[in-house]
């Protein structure tokens, strides 16, 4: 046993040194993210669903395994349905978090129990069903689960100041969904949302046509004297 063995110099429960990172690490990882979606969609050995909890799980799974062989981000690991770290009660689709190294960005020391950034997950289109909203990606009528709506609210990511969310589009195009969306927030800033304004607008980044792959960005005021939060949008055509 290694108990028994007086030479074992092992030490177990503890981190590796602080890893340090510039202020450009957490876009750096949503570069790495955004490069792993396609090669996570087309795999050949990945089962074909359409569930928003099998598909991120399977992301989860996708990037834990790109991440420890890729020369930088071994140092990560990803996590499903974790508890906000302000809101216990609400979950995270998707967090990454470090793996055996805490990671200093901006000041800030992050260890294997933290999130690097909260990530939602949403399907495009919403599914239909009497109790949900079309609209869910950017707000509910009913909840308060519209994506950009919890991250506007304060209910995901108060302490983070980036997130990011990425769509399943399982029906038209991205284009299409840049057009829908758009749609959809200038309605609620023309008809007197309280919060809404014109800021909310996606910009797209790029648009990739051969990975099937756009990248939006969004800056969002936020409420409780929060700063604000700065979202990076991916959106992968799945079909």
């Not at 795999?43 to 991120?56: A, C, G, M, Y």
């Not at 990248?215 to 004297?225: A, C, Y």
Request: aromatic content about 8%; charged content about 25%; glycine content about 8%.
């Amino acid at each position: 046993m290694l108990a028994d063995n007086p030479d074992n110099s092992a030490q177990f429960g503890t981190l590796a040194s602080d890893v340090h990172r510039p202020t450009t690490f957490r876009h750096e990882l949503l570069d790495f993210i955004a490069g792993e979606l396609p090669r996570w969609r087309d795999r050949p050995d990945r089962p074909k669903e359409t569930s928003e909890t099998v598909l991120t799980s399977q992301l989860c799974s996708h990037l834990n395994s790109a991440a420890r062989h890729s020369a930088g981000w071994d140092i990560l690991q990803f996590r499903v349905e974790e508890p906000d770290e302000q809101n216990k009660g609400r979950k995270i689709d998707l967090v990454p978090a470090p793996c055996g190294v805490a990671i200093c960005v901006k000041g800030r020391r992050h260890t294997d129990f933290d999130s690097l950034m909260p990530i939602e997950c949403k399907r495009l289109p919403t599914p239909k069903r009497a109790d949900r909203d079309e609209r869910e990606y950017v707000i509910s009528r009913y909840t308060s689960t519209g994506g950009i709506q919890r991250f506007k609210a304060g209910n995901h990511g108060a302490t983070h100041t980036i997130g990011a969310m990425i769509g399943y589009v399982q029906e038209e195009t991205t284009g299409f969904w840049n057009n829908r969306v758009a749609g959809w927030i200038g309605e609620l800033v023309a008809g007197g949302q309280p919060g809404w304004t014109s800021k909310d607008l996606l910009r797209l980044e790029r648009e990739d046509a051969a990975s099937r792959l756009a990248v939006l960005q969004s800056s969002h005021e936020r409420q409780n004297d929060l700063a604000a939060i700065d979202l990076r949008h991916f959106w992968m055509e799945m079909n």
